[in-house]
């Protein structure tokens, strides 16, 4: 096969799973009795080359979800000037904030105070913003990073302090679990969590929580980011271990 032929048809796999993934969205929204233009899908396309991310951009995608920093240094390199918003939401060492800061749009990793301090002096340094959301540990798995529930609302109210942070809700991961109701259970903790600070008069409109093998449980407890990686762009050729390595 010459290579504009599989590159064709590399695109025709992605926009057939695009499809596929937005028509699961919004059946799981009707399924809740919500409106499938509250929840947005953020692609995730960690370990996918700049070609890929650029095949996605050809349907109309432009702010894609990495893990790590370097992947988004390497990428942002190979498609400078692409308008496309980089969304941090692996976990964050706090001396890679320069780079985050730099060139990412938003971070949903934000999880303990030593990086908002961190993304705080980087930001005003190069004159910019971004979105941020907390990462809140709704799992009893030690492997999964996250601010614990009960330092969120001292957390939120420190952040009030930076204004490069524009803090615009929480993310979770779920416990990997095979039973839906502990799943559930982890993005129903995120929302009451949320729904706790909105009436202490915290602005909170984003609920980043779900992912490809469990998004219709999130939608059912109130996501409107759904962050989706496999559904999308296939499986990875690394295991999530690399992802979420233990601390
Ligand atoms: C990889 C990743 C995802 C997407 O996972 P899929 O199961 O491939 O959809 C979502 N959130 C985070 C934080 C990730 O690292």
Same mark, same amino acid.
Request: hydrophobic share 40%.
């Given at each position: 096969m010459v290579e504009t032929d599989r590159d064709a048809l590399a695109a025709s796999h992605l926009a057939a799973n695009w499809a596929q993934v937005q028509q699961r969205v919004a059946d799981a929204c009707h399924a809740a009795g !919500? =409106? #499938? *233009?509250e929840v947005n899908i953020l692609p995730v396309s960690k370990t996918f080359g700049p070609d890929v991310v650029r095949a996605a951009m050809g349907l109309g995608l432009r702010r894609f979800g990495e893990n790590k920093v370097q992947e988004i240094r390497d990428k942002s390199r190979v498609l400078? =000037? $692409?308008g496309i918003d980089w969304v941090m939401i692996g976990h964050l060492q706090t001396n890679k904030a320069k780079e985050v800061a730099r060139l990412?749009? /938003? &971070?949903?990793? +934000?999880?303990r105070p030593e990086l908002a301090v961190a993304l705080d002096h980087r930001l005003r340094l190069e004159g910019r913003r971004m979105n941020a959301l907390v990462q809140v540990k709704? $799992?009893? /798995?030690?492997?999964k990073y996250g601010l614990p529930p009960e330092q969120l609302p001292a957390f939120l109210d420190a952040l !009030? *302090? %930076?204004?490069? +942070? !524009? &803090? !615009?809700g929480l993310m979770t991961l779920a416990i990997n679990s095979p039973t839906p109701e502990a799943v559930r259970g982890c993005f129903r903790l995120l929302r009451e969590l949320r729904d706790q600070a909105v009436a202490r008069g915290h602005e909170l409109p984003c609920l980043s929580m779900g992912m490809s093998g469990d998004f219709p449980l999130a939608i059912a407890e109130g996501a409107t980011e759904v962050r989706i990686g496999t559904a999308i762009?296939? &499986?990875?050729? %690394? #295991?999530?271990a690399y992802y979420w390595p233990e601390k």
């Amino acid at each position: 096969m010459v290579e504009t032929d599989r590159d064709a048809l590399a695109a025709s796999h992605l926009a057939a799973n695009w499809a596929q993934v937005q028509q699961r969205v919004a059946d799981a929204c009707h399924a809740a009795g !919500r =409106d #499938p *233009a509250e929840v947005n899908i953020l692609p995730v396309s960690k370990t996918f080359g700049p070609d890929v991310v650029r095949a996605a951009m050809g349907l109309g995608l432009r702010r894609f979800g990495e893990n790590k920093v370097q992947e988004i240094r390497d990428k942002s390199r190979v498609l400078a =000037d $692409s308008g496309i918003d980089w969304v941090m939401i692996g976990h964050l060492q706090t001396n890679k904030a320069k780079e985050v800061a730099r060139l990412a749009s /938003e &971070v949903q990793s +934000l999880d303990r105070p030593e990086l908002a301090v961190a993304l705080d002096h980087r930001l005003r340094l190069e004159g910019r913003r971004m979105n941020a959301l907390v990462q809140v540990k709704t $799992s009893t /798995e030690p492997s999964k990073y996250g601010l614990p529930p009960e330092q969120l609302p001292a957390f939120l109210d420190a952040l !009030r *302090a %930076y204004d490069t +942070l !524009r &803090v !615009r809700g929480l993310m979770t991961l779920a416990i990997n679990s095979p039973t839906p109701e502990a799943v559930r259970g982890c993005f129903r903790l995120l929302r009451e969590l949320r729904d706790q600070a909105v009436a202490r008069g915290h602005e909170l409109p984003c609920l980043s929580m779900g992912m490809s093998g469990d998004f219709p449980l999130a939608i059912a407890e109130g996501a409107t980011e759904v962050r989706i990686g496999t559904a999308i762009f296939g &499986v990875r050729p %690394y #295991p999530d271990a690399y992802y979420w390595p233990e601390k």
